[in-house]
């Protein structure tokens, strides 16, 4: 239910599946969630499998295909696919009563242990409990483990990259410099070019220091464009400046009309959507590169869920959208013109800012738009994919998120769909990514963050 392509993920291992679990999946078919309609593409798979088997081949197991690709192209083989197909004494000790679809599972895990003693037989759950008990019990449980994009959030690719002390002494070899519109480049040469990414960052932590953006890599040569400073007050974005480097790297990222997709992570406070609708207002409004900003977010609540919200998409989706409102505030009370002015401009942005519920979006196409999407770590892989092939041409699509504030059930920080798009885009060259470190909000969220 979590994964439907789970049962050719196991490359050479026999997988066994219960009768509870088919009734399992059978009492989870229906409705529009996202569980059930995994559950209906596996009950897809599954007929597809068994379609053409006759009751021997069943009971000696169904080939699988691997998950995994030989040197030809080909799908190699992978184990074999058994349904239980008679009845097993399970043996479950009395610590465990009743009759439970968990305890069943168990009982079956059992059995298996004790008809196949040879083999290593595991119980593969994403429930904890059920592999809480399983090890209380004396069988060998597992989590699901092929949906992690990375083995730990720490790893996480984080688009900079500090530079040794001796870097120029290693790189600085042959090196050439040159200006293309009054923007400065380096082709530099060396062993440490090839570890960086198309659009990573690179910097020296001193004063001063050189701060670029990777744009080519060819082997071990590199060309480097030197980034834009909009932390200087000749550079601000609608009245913004940048407060550090990390945020100066990804106003770069923003503002550069070659990066289709950009993906911006960080703590709560440390100015994501703030820069983001900065950005989107300056080339929405005065470089006319977009139409409009279209703004949107997963609807998860905090605390208790007040009920259905009346009115049309756009006024159902205005609670969520506080973030949107806060920051327009911003960034609209430094305009001249006092309270009338104001409001001029409040209506003017109104209508260049559409919020669109994620409900809707299936089917749909954005062309020449700005579409931001707040709180991307509540989405799965799928919806992800399903959300960023909306993009079509003259679109710019920016995800902000938190990995460490994931509110979706069975979602966890490697399995996130922000963390999945970050790991999987790193190696294009029209996509950025940033992570954010320090926040910028005020000194009180600042030290919340830090201390709670």
Known sequence: MHDPTAIFRFDEHDIYIPMIVLEELDSGKKGLSEAARNVRQVSRFLDELIANATKGQIDRGLTLPSGRYGNGGQRQAGGRLFFQTKVLDSGLPDTLPGHGADNAIL????????????????????????????????VHAEDYFSDKTIEDADLLYSGTQALADDFWEKHGKNMQSWQEQARTYYRVHGPMTRDWHVNQFVFQNEPDGLEAQVKRIDGNECVLELVRDYRSERHGIWGINARNREQNFALNLLMDPQIDFVTILGPAGTGKTLLTLAAGLVQTLENNRYSEIIMTRVTIPLGEDIGFLPG????????????????????????????????????????????????????RTFLNRFLILDEAQNLTPKQMKALVTRAGPGTKLICLGNIAQIDTPYLTETTSGLTYVVNRFRDWPHSGHITLMRGERSRLADYAAEIL
Do not use: C, Y
Request: charge should be positive; charged fraction near 25%; hydrophobic fraction near 40%.
């Open 312 to 363: 049309t998409e756009e006024e159902k989706m205005e609670p969520w959208m506080g973030a949107l409102m806060d920051n327009l505030e911003v960034l609209t009370q430094s305009q001249e013109g006092g309270s009338w002015g104001r409001a001029a401009t409040n209506d003017l942005l109104r209508n260049r800012i559409k919020i669109r519920s994620l409900n809707f979006m299936r089917g």
């Open 107 to 138: 009982g079956q895990t059992l059995a298996l242990q004790r008809e196949f003693a040879d083999a290593r037989v595991t119980l593969v759950s994403k429930d904890i409990n059920l592999r809480i008990k399983a090890t209380i019990i004396g």
